[in-house]
DNA sequence: CTGAAAGCGCTTACAG
DNA sequence: CTGAAAGCGCTTACAG
């Protein structure tokens, strides 16, 4: 069964396409006789009418679709990000294409040409974690915005998460608590997000405490689980962990169990990253520094729309989102070992 | 700076915008001149043209475009069905375009009268984790495929994890090993995956063991492990654990590790599912079987394609696919606590 | 107040 | 061998 189109809807009533299109658009009164409108309104309401977007798109030279490129890869990548967007551009009435570029440049470049042939209004760059993000030249012909990953020579406008200052976050927290011995499970060296988080820790411990920090690898959650364990089996073991991830959160608690170290009462415990709401899940529930994945999202293709609707040009280069901390049941002063002596005078 | 059209093309070649058309199609041959044909291919090469998709929609009718509904939300949806069905779509030439229903009656009614207007040619549906779906009645315009969620009254197709299965290739990987005294994390009641899962694990253990076993709840991380904890902990404890869901299978190792029991050496442990590469990563890495995420979303586009190009109609109402497992280290026999005679006598 | 015409960018018969 | 015309479904000036 065919869809009806403005003519079908034009011959039932009675009338040219002109009038249906005028009166369906809202531009009847004072055109139109109220009678005809009626009829016009009836008709389409009978033939279950509705304009063909394509045809829209042809005429006013505007999809209102925006292309989503997925680097590297579209596996990992945040469901929380792809909701927000997705809910952010559906209420403008903009619809999201999604490509993948597999973290391949032919294929990267492939992706681009069809988003362009298809004549997407806008682009949006996802990654997984915080990475650089080289923009081909093609890209600049049509207003983007990274999320999540960053431009080097900030060529194109991104969105990311302050990870740098989610590190300094958890650090902070654990010092305010109290805490002078710490240990970083660091997670792997050669990724962005993890070396920024690693940074923002190494910054507050090192200039509240002037006293030694603990960094030890850990790139997921069996290595995670091995380095916590060095570092809480030593002769001075720290009192508190940061982990960079919370899959390494899991790993800490692991190794924590094995050795029996309650994590409230023996161990305090911040994680960066909830996003699979890992940490949160386990008991106690850790303290984490959240990614701030929806705020971004809906930042950036806010941005993204008022630059397509208003001509506004992209004010900032990059905007850097703070992570919210997630106060939990993790996070205690240091245990003190009770001298017998001060427990008597405690009396 | 505006995109050449075909007709600045034929403008600057100095021929009609027919000739072009032909000669990019590859109708040149026997239609234009030699000549000709190497004058548009290099005006169409110098403007840098490609054809506008939008406009090619409207002419041929077809949009070479697939809806994509995610329910009952877009988070926690599977990043591999995602990237598998746009990797699989890209390839043929197709788009997908998402949009979210939230969960929502009246979101869905909205996403599918857009995704209806802007003319896609076939509809997939995706759900996080397998469950039941009513599609609305305006679905049925359009070819769909149902994936991870399945139409009880079986009107429209569907792709989905033989979750049972599942569960009885998990029972039976400990039996093969020896154990007669199983436990089962079950999980949340009220979830189709979780119930599907348990009850295969139950048929297998029944019939082959006529021995009890144990099913315990267990939501989430945490709750999994005191559900654990308490099996463990009891007069007879089982030698092997089944856990219907990764995260079980994480509160399963943390209730472990605080009882001191070593999961390859004291017990045995089997996961359903490795989606997010959790019980894989665990040590020792936990044998699992898996959800075939990539296998059902590129048959899910496939079968849509075959539909779209071969008009062939859909042969079969569900397709269950068949869940890997992975053999890790996780499975021992169970553990025979060795008497002194017997051990004398195995000299 | 209303219809005929033009045009968005394309391709496919159809004349010549 | 090649160009003019028609038409996909829509809207917006433009005549009347």
Known sequence: MRRATAQDVADLAGVSRSSVSLVLNGHGEGNIAPAKQRLILDAAE????????????????????????????????????????????????????????GGDEEVESRALTTLRDRQVEALLVIAPELTDYRPPETMLSVPTILVNCADPQAGVTSVVPDEAGAGACAAQILVDAGHTRIGVIAGPAESVQTRLRVAGCRQVITTELAAPVQFVGGRDVASAAVAARTVLTQAEPPTALICAHERLAVGAA????????DIHRDLSLVSLDDGEQLASQLNPAITTIERPDRAMAEQAVTMLLDRLTREAEFSVKQLAFVCPPAHRDSVVGPRLDVQPEEAASRR
């Not at 929380?80 to 809910?87: D, E, G, K, T, V």
Request: no cysteine; charged share 10%.
């Open 46 to 101: 009978r033939l279950n009418y509705r304009p063909n977007a394509v045809a829209l798109s042809l005429r006013s030279q505007r999809t209102r679709t925006i292309g989503v490129l997925t680097w590297p890869s579209a596996a990992g990548t945040s469901s929380l990000i792809l909701s927000a967007a997705l809910r952010t551009a559906t209420e403008a009435g903009y619809l999201l294409i999604f490509m993948d570029t």
């Open 254 to 261: 692991l190794a924590a169990a094995q050795l029996q170290l």
